[in-house]
C-alpha cells in the first residue's frame, strides 16, 4: 500500500510538473499557431496569456484577436499598441486597431488608424473604408485629400466622382474640371456622369470653348452616344448659347453630328436638333446613323417637314423602297398625318415592302377603305416590336366596322394583341 501510495504521489508530481511546463515555456517552444488553432479558442488565449516572455508577432497579433473575440476590446487594444511597438508590420496591426475602434463606435479613433495603415502600406480596400468614415465624420477635407492623394487611374469610378465633387465644393472649379475631363478620357460605365459633372462645372464657369474641345473629343470617340447625353442636357440649360455651343462643338467634329442632334432630341432641345439635322435634307443623308437621327427627330418632335424633304429627295432619285427606306421611315408620318401622309410616296409601298412594315399597311390599307387589310396587318404587327401607342391609334380608326371589336376579342386568348391593348 506504502509501495503504491508513493507511485500515485510521483504521477501526481510528474503531472503538476508537466502543467507547469506547459504555462512557463520560454518563447520559441510554444505551440505553433496552427497547433493553437486545433483547440477551442478561449483554451489557446489562455496558454498565450499564461507564456511570460514576449510572443512572437504571428503569435501575438492572434492573442489580441482572440482577446477581442472575447469582448475584451480595451485589452486587445492595448496588446496591439504593444505589438506594434516592436514590429514594423504596423499597417496590418493599425487596420486591426481601427476594427476594434469601430466596434467601440470610435469613428475618430478608427479613422487614425486606418490612417496610419494606408500611408504604411496604400491599399484600395483600406482607402475606400477610410472615405467612407470621413465621409460619416463630415470630414470632407480629409476624404478629398486622400482620394488626391492616389493616381486617378487607381481610383475606383465613384471614387472619381466623389473626388470630382468634393473639389468643386471647396470652389476649386478649374481644378474639379481638369479632374472630371481627365476621369472622362478613362472611359468606364459611369463616364456619362463624369462628363455631366465637366459640363456643368464648365457651363457654371463660362468655360464654353472648354467643353466645346472637350466634346468634340467625346464624340469622337467610341462611347459618343452616351456622353453626347449629358453634353444635350448641358447644352439645354443654356437656351441663349445653345445653338452656338452646338455649332461650335460641330466646326471641331464634324463626324459627330448624329449622335450630337439625337441627343438634343432626346433633351427635347427641338431648335438646335433641327438646325443640326437641315443640311441633310439638301445633301443627302450620309448613313443609317444619320438616318436613325432624323426619324428619332420627327417621332419625338412632331416636325416630319425635315423627314418629308427627304422622303421627296429619295423619290425624286426614283429609288425602290428597298434602296431607299430604312426600317420605319413612314412611321412619323403615319403617327401625326395619318394614311394621308402616305399619297407621295404611294409607288414605294409595294407588297413586298408592307410585308415589312405591317403597321404602314395598316394605315395605308385604312386610308383605302379596306378595313379587312387592315385587320391583318394590325394582327401581324402585334406580333413584333411596335409601339403599342401607334398601334392602338391604327386600330381605333376601325371602330365602327366590326374588325376592332374582333381585334378585342382575339386579345382574350392572343398575348401579343392583349399587350396591344393593355397600353
Not at 435634307?281 to 420627327?298: D, V
Request: net charge negative; hydrophobic share 50%.
Amino acid at each position: 500500500m506504502q509501495e503504491r501510495g508513493a507511485l500515485l504521489t510521483l504521477i501526481a508530481l510528474a503531472v503538476a510538473a508537466a502543467g507547469a511546463a506547459v504555462l512557463l515555456v520560454p518563447r520559441g517552444e510554444l505551440k505553433t499557431e496552427a497547433e493553437l488553432a486545433a483547440v477551442p479558442a478561449p483554451e489557446a488565449l489562455a496558454q498565450l496569456d499564461a507564456v511570460q516572455d514576449p510572443l512572437t508577432p504571428q503569435l501575438a497579433f492572434r492573442q489580441a484577436e482572440w482577446t477581442a473575440a472575447s469582448g475584451e476590446t480595451e485589452k486587445a487594444d492595448t496588446l496591439l499598441a504593444a505589438l506594434a511597438s516592436r514590429t514594423p508590420q504596423s499597417a496590418m496591426i493599425a487596420a486591426a486597431r481601427a476594427d476594434l475602434a469601430l466596434r467601440k463606435g470610435e469613428l475618430v479613433q478608427a479613422a487614425f488608424h486606418l490612417a496610419q495603415a494606408q500611408s504604411a502600406a496604400p491599399q484600395p480596400v483600406l482607402r475606400h473604408r477610410l472615405g467612407m468614415i470621413y465621409r460619416r465624420l463630415g470630414d470632407s477635407g480629409s476624404e478629398r485629400a486622400l482620394l488626391a492623394a492616389a493616381q486617378l487611374g487607381d481610383l475606383t469610378e465613384w471614387e472619381r466622382i466623389r473626388l470630382v465633387d468634393l473639389t468643386a465644393s471647396d470652389g476649386a472649379t478649374a481644378e474639379a474640371m481638369a479632374l472630371a475631363g481627365a476621369a472622362v478620357s478613362l472611359g468606364g460605365p459611369q463616364a456619362p456622369q463624369l462628363a455631366e459633372r465637366f459640363v456643368a462645372l464648365a457651363l457654371t464657369g463660362g468655360a464654353f470653348d472648354e467643353l466645346a474641345q472637350a466634346a468634340a473629343g467625346w464624340l469622337s470617340g467610341a462611347d459618343g452616344p452616351s456622353l453626347a447625353e449629358p453634353l444635350a442636357q448641358g447644352i439645354a440649360l443654356v437656351p441663349r448659347q445653345a445653338s452656338a455651343l452646338a455649332q461650335a462643338v460641330m466646326s471641331l467634329a464634324p463626324d459627330a453630328r448624329a449622335p450630337l442632334a439625337a441627343a438634343l432630341t432626346k433633351a427635347q432641345v427641338y431648335g438646335v436638333a433641327r438646325e443640326l439635322i437641315q443640311p441633310w435634307s439638301e445633301r443627302g443623308l450620309p448613313g443609317a446613323e444619320a438616318w436613325a437621327t432624323l426619324i428619332l427627330y420627327a417621332e419625338r418632335s412632331g416636325d416630319v417637314s425635315v423627314l418629308e424633304l427627304a422622303l421627296q429627295e429619295l423619290a425624286f432619285r426614283g429609288l425602290s423602297p428597298e434602296e431607299a427606306l430604312p426600317p420605319g421611315a413612314l412611321l412619323p408620318l403615319v403617327r401625326y398625318h395619318g394614311g394621308q401622309a402616305l399619297l407621295p410616296y404611294q409607288s414605294w409601298l409595294t407588297p413586298e415592302y408592307l410585308a415589312d412594315a405591317p403597321l404602314v399597311a395598316a394605315s395605308w390599307a385604312i386610308w383605302q377603305q379596306r378595313p379587312g387589310v387592315a385587320f391583318d396587318a394590325l394582327q401581324r404587327a402585334a406580333g413584333r416590336e411596335v409601339d403599342p401607342v401607334l398601334w392602338r391609334a391604327i386600330a381605333d380608326e376601325l371602330q365602327g366596322t366590326g374588325y376592332f371589336a374582333r381585334l378585342k376579342a382575339l386579345a382574350r386568348t392572343d398575348p401579343d394583341l392583349a399587350q396591344m391593348f393593355a397600353r
